[in-house]
């Protein structure tokens, strides 16, 4: 491939809900394009894009996958990215690799909750948005009343750049509206009706056309072409286009127009830290300091790990060594590939706007910057539904193990934690659709089948008040005996609290220092005077804190947001020990704990369900059940409204079972983690209960 220029480059990403045609409209794209030869259907299971076993066979995209295409001298990477909620997490990471997000929406379905999402992302990053009307050859489609409710949940900003001919069946073509002819037979609107109020806000970025404009002078070809790419950019002005992926109507419109709309690789503002720590703009320039990032990880069975990353400034070689954030020394590039979904193109170079894979560089991870300046991480959602899981077969735990560690680089919305008390590996997913891939995937990548348990809520243990405490560990056995006595204070730590202003010395006079755990938000402060505790026991003092902040108290789960003052304490020449003093603070802490009003908290999602209209009573009794406190409705169109509400995750961790069975499977759902809340008392006292009949069981 002839080295790239950066001018001639389009990061765009397909995105929207599940089913809106992303997959069959890329592939469209590349046969149209002439990049690839041979036909690519998503349900014949030959698309490029869904190249994976568990994608063919279930006909839905479960990560991103990039491929490309040259179209008027200009390359197109597309990155096509899932349409359910329950792999936003690859969405994400795909839309800061590029400049432009095109947002498909199902003609026939309408605005979905997904749509809503992707929508909101795109609107985070700054990225240009362009929406796609994909299935116009649907059954049952109102083009006017689906642009109308377009512009209710989007903004008026949402004008068609295009008019179809027809709908449903009848749809044959698309009539540009900026250029619109003098008769257009069939159009479902007017394209000269259509074009005064697009021409108006695309010029409005630019006061001199504008007040040509006013002066009845039109704007020329080239006035029109620059203000729509910055009006764009601006989200000014958000372009409607239309067409039909699998029929390829108005596709070859589309890539007209998103050579219009597209925004190049230098059109957003993006930084970095460099070497000393200040904030820096990435110029986009090929003879500039290296900065590229890894947004994406993927294990390939044949070429082992393959990092995905995008170039932001200067020129990667092959054979190059270079610094990446977090590495104490440089790495040596290999080969870097060309990708075009599964298949892979060895290159020399690659620069600023490209996005290109590395293979076998195992320091390198999602979110790694390349280079001596470091880009701010991709921020991805926090995963809250979690399986116990263990292999069937015993000999299969080390197998398991690498294989988790392999999902975990892929996918950062997985996470895998080992429960210190019954020592049960948990993997903490988005949903239960999310999981369930995860256990197909295990079983048909890697060979490992695997059991698991109902889903696993992290709750958490605190306290509401200050209580004190002591304890003294004694024991006389026969020979050397142990002994150690500590006393405490302990706090609440109000969430957001930094540690220096909650450790201040009108709280604790006597305090020598303190040390912060972020991980659990736990203070500890040693205010000892005297020696009453020699300092070189003071350290198993605090690993006893911090091996009963694990361990829990009243339900065995983990305690967070506290400070100890260690006081005072008594200790024996002989008979004192690191095991001893140990043993003394994780009991004085655990009886203290229980003066302190303890109490447990559980997480609070927030839950978007988007549902018909007749069904919102129904949503909102069920809701009502769970715990959950309706904070608004939205309308979503197409005789839908999304409903928000937080609720308890213990309250909605098999909530797509639920909501199928009340919508007849017309319903849909998102869910975000929002914050953690103390559990009623009648609720702890069953975790409680239960927490000790497992204990006793074990």
């Known amino acids: 491939m002839a080295k790239l220029e950066m001018r001639n480059i389009r990061n765009i990403a397909l995105c929207g809900h599940g089913h809106s045609g992303k997959s069959t409209l890329a592939d469209k794209m590349l046969m149209l394009t002439g990049a690839i030869s041979r036909a690519a259907s998503v349900d014949e299971g030959t698309s490029v894009c869904d190249f994976d076993a568990i994608e063919k066979e279930h006909r839905y995209s479960i990560e991103s996958h990039i491929v490309h295409f040259d179209y008027q001298n200009v390359r197109f990477n597309v990155i096509d990215t899932p349409g359910y909620p329950d792999f936003i997490g690859q969405t994400i990471a795909a839309l800061h690799a590029v400049e432009t997000a095109v947002i498909v929406i199902n003609a026939h379905a309408g605005i979905e909750v ?9 609107g985070k990053v700054g990225l240009g948005r362009i929406i796609v009307i994909d299935k116009m050859d649907a059954e049952n489609v109102d083009f006017e009343r689906l642009v109308g409710e377009i512009q209710e949940l989007f903004g008026k900003q949402c004008l068609p750049l295009e008019v179809p001919i027809g709908q449903g069946h009848t749809f044959t073509g698309v009539i540009d509206a900026l250029h619109p002819p003098a008769k257009s037979p069939g159009a479902v609107m007017d394209p000269n009706a259509v074009n005064t109020p697009l021409i108006e806000t695309i010029i409005e970025v630019d006061d001199e056309t504008t007040a040509h404009y006013f002066d009845g002078i039109p704007p020329t070809e080239e006035e029109l072409s620059r203000d729509i790419a910055e009006s764009i950019r601006q989200g000014h002005f958000i372009p409607i286009l239309e067409v039909s992926g699998k029929t390829g109507v108005g596709v070859k419109e589309l890539l007209d127009e998103l050579l219009l709309c597209t925004l190049p690789p230098d059109a957003l503002r993006r930084t970095a830290l460099d070497d000393g720590g200040q904030e820096v703009e990435l110029a986009e320039d090929p003879n500039g300091p290296l900065v590229a990032q890894v947004f994406k990880t993927r294990i390939d069975p044949y070429v082992q790990k393959l990092s995905y990353i995008r170039i932001y400034n200067g020129t990667l070689k092959k054979d190059d060594s270079v610094h990446i954030s977090g590495g104490r020394k440089n790495i040596k590039i290999g ?4 990708v075009q979904g599964s298949e892979l193109k060895p290159l020399e170079t690659a620069g600023p706007g490209e996005i290109v ?7 390198l991870h999602t979110n790694t910057t390349l280079g001596n300046w470091t880009m701010a991480p991709i921020k991805f959602p926090v995963p809250m539904v979690g399986l116990a899981a263990a292999p069937k077969n015993r000999a299969d735990e080390a197998k398991l193990s690498g294989a988790l560690h392999k999902l975990t680089e892929e996918d950062s919305t997985l996470t895998i934690d080992r429960d210190p008390q019954t020592k049960e590996m948990v993997i903490h997913g988005m949903s239960e659709l999310h999981l369930s891939v995860i256990r197909e995937r295990l079983a048909r990548r890697d060979k490992v089948e695997i059991e698991t348990h109902e889903p696993k809520i992290p709750y958490r243990e605190t306290i509401q008040q200050k209580a004190e405490g002591n304890y003294r560990h004694k024991k006389q056995s026969g020979g050397r005996g142990q002994f150690g006595e500590v006393h405490i204070r302990m706090y609440p730590l109000p969430l957001g609290s930094k540690p220096e202003e909650f450790c201040t010395k009108e709280r604790f006079p006597h305090m020598r220092e303190f040390r912060h755990h972020p991980e659990s938000n736990f203070i500890f402060v040693d205010s000892i005077v005297g020696g009453s505790i020699p300092n070189n026991f003071l350290p198993a003092v605090e690993k006893g804190f911090v091996e ?9 789960q983990p305690v967070r947001n506290l400070a100890i003052e260690v006081h005072f304490g008594k200790y024996h ?9 140990k043993t003394a603070g994780s009991m004085c802490f655990r009886n203290t704990f229980m003066n302190a009003k303890p109490s447990l908290l559980e997480p609070i999602v927030t839950l978007h369900v988007t549902v018909p209209n007749d069904k919102i009573g129904d949503i909102n009794s069920d809701l009502s059940t769970r715990r959950g406190r309706v904070l608004g409705m939205d309308g979503a169109g197409g005789g839908l409204q999304t409903v928000e509400a937080l609720v308890p995750l213990a309250e909605v961790t098999t909530y797509a079972r639920s909501l199928s069975s009340i919508t007849g499977g017309q319903g849909s759902y998102a869910i975000d983690f929002s914050h953690y809340d103390v559990v009623p008392p009648n609720i702890q006292k069953q975790i409680m209960e239960a927490a000790v009949m497992q204990e006793e069981e074990e």
């Open 548 to 556: 009963r902040l694990e361990r829990g108290v009243i339900a065995g």
């Open 357 to 363: 894979a590395l293979a076998k560089l195992e320091d």
């Open 114 to 122: 997904n749509t809503r999402r992707v929508f909101a992302e795109a």
């Open 573 to 581: 020449d002989v008979d004192s020990s690191e095991a001893a003093f």
């Open 335 to 338: 080969q870097i590939l060309e």
